[in-house]
């Protein structure tokens, strides 16, 4: 029987830990979402980094047109898009994103040597927990809530929540202590319209940073994007099946 971790926050992973593990990060407002949405309009491959300064580097690398987004403790960074998914717009030709945040990206870093990485939002939690129970190889599962700098982050918890639930939902699976109380924690905020979650810490952060829709924007998207974010090698980029059923419509 699979076991499902919950990791509160990034800094509490044990890299050396996840080698054999199925792994997911979390980090709903926003790097998370904003790399679902990039990739749902069609932006790929996505490049999740540390920081500004990587970033910049990489965006020098690149041989063709790529966006590049970045905030860092929430401040937009000079030359830099915001990482705001509902100012996204849709691109007619595929190409690169970068993308750098205080929380997610660094994340997803530290995630890295998981066997299997995904990416997960309340907006696509649904499809990731269909992927994961899909392999039923065992592995034990762990699902990183980013954080908000060194602090819990009820969205994230919440987010891990939603995995939770959609893999009991399909049976096999032993919950940890924290898996528990994450479960509980969706169910009741998804009775209550995730209304908590629109005065959260971090979404009163975005609103002071003159982006107070954004929250909004990811919660109405609950379970409406059908992307299956991976991580492999540096990049992150949709699942081969979701490719070729883009490609044929």
Known sequence: ???IHVITQK?????DRLAGCTAVVIDVFLATSTIIFLLDHNYEPVHAVLGSEQALELSR????RHLLLGESKGDGIEGFEYPDPCALEYSKQRQAAIICSTNGTIAIEKAK?????FISSLVNGH???DRIHQEQDGSSIVLVCSGNDDR???EDFIGAGQLVEHLVQRGGYELSDAAKLAQQAYGHSIAEGFNELLESETANLLKRFHFPHAAEFV???HEKLDVVPVYEDGIIT?????VNQAERE
């Open 1 to 3: 029987m699979r076991k």
């Open 11 to 15: 800094e509490a992973v044990r890299e």
């Open 61 to 64: 690398q690149q041989q063709g």
């Open 113 to 117: 040597h998981a066997k299997k990485l």
């Open 127 to 129: 499809r990731v927990a």
């Open 152 to 154: 819990f982050s009820m």
């Open 219 to 221: 919660i109405r998207h």
């Open 238 to 242: 949709k699942e081969p099946s979701q």
